[in-house]
T-cell receptor
Framework: NAGVMQNPRHLVRRRGQEARLRCSPVKGHSHVYWYRQLPEEGLKFMVYLQKENIIDESGMPKERFSAEFPKEGPSILRIQQVVRGDSAAYFC?????????????FGQGTRLTVV | RKEVEQDPGPFNVPEGATVAFNCTYSNSASQSFFWYRQDCRKEPKLLMSVYSSGNEDGRFTAQLNRASQYISLLIRDSKLSDSATYLCVVIVGNFNKFYFGSGTKLNVKP
């Protein structure tokens, strides 16, 4: 019974390259959330998706960042033309569609380093 | 104004001490409340849900005050292993959107 799986765990990219972060939610979960955590800071909400739909992307930077959660396959967070400031831990969480009293389960995160 | 606010700490306490954290939320339509724990460089994990009637799990007690819009976490008889960052989480609105506080850091010292 696998939990939320994120890969890669560590990703190094040069400035200007693209980063693709993958998140497979808990089986049966239809809600996916992406968060960013800078060193020594708290979790910052980026985007909330349900299958094939972006519900809330109010935390996503306007440029270079995009997210999807296709009908089949993992959710992808894509960062184009990465810059040093994108270096952070990116956590994905998923939750089931069973009403209010539901918890979010987190993946172990992808640590992105831009050099 | 942030949806969820927490004192970042750190709270430095000796083993065996009792420590309490508060967290305030801004949206009166908030529906569900949780405390998560995050160890250094690891993913957050659910510590406990917070119910209107309050709930207790061993040394941990969570309370919700809807009138003043805050939740609290009380840790009794602190252990070294309690050292972590404690995140307050609120679900608001019609969608399952989780709002996280920035976390309160706890250091329990021998």
């Amino acid at each position: 019974n696998a939990g939320v799986m994120q890969n890669p765990r560590h990703l190094v990219r040069r400035r200007g390259q693209e980063a693709r972060l993958r998140c497979s939610p808990v089986k049966g979960h239809s809600h996916v959330y992406w968060y960013r955590q800078l060193p020594e800071e708290g979790l910052k909400f980026m985007v909330y998706l349900q299958k094939e739909n972006i519900i809330d992307e109010s935390g996503m930077p306007k440029e270079r960042f995009s997210a999807e959660f296709p009908k089949e396959g993992p959710s992808i967070l894509r960062i184009q033309q990465v810059v040093r400031g994108d270096s952070a831990a990116y956590f994905c969480a998923s939750s089931p569609d069973i009403g209010w009293k539901t918890e979010a389960f987190f993946g172990q995160g992808t640590r992105l380093t831009v050099v | 104004r942030k949806e969820v606010e927490q004192d970042p700490g750190p709270f430095n306490v000796p083993e065996g001490a009792t420590v309490a954290f508060n967290c305030t939320y801004s949206n009166s339509a908030s529906q569900s409340f949780f405390w998560y724990r995050q160890d250094c460089r690891k993913e957050p994990k659910l510590l406990m849900s917070v119910y209107s009637s309050g709930n207790e799990d061993g040394r941990f007690t969570a309370q919700l005050n809807r009138a003043s819009q805050y939740i609290s976490l009380l840790i009794r008889d602190s252990k070294l292993s309690d050292s972590a960052t404690y995140l307050c989480v609120v679900i608001v609105g019609n969608f399952n959107k989780f709002y996280f506080g920035s976390g309160t850091k706890l250091n329990v010292k021998p």
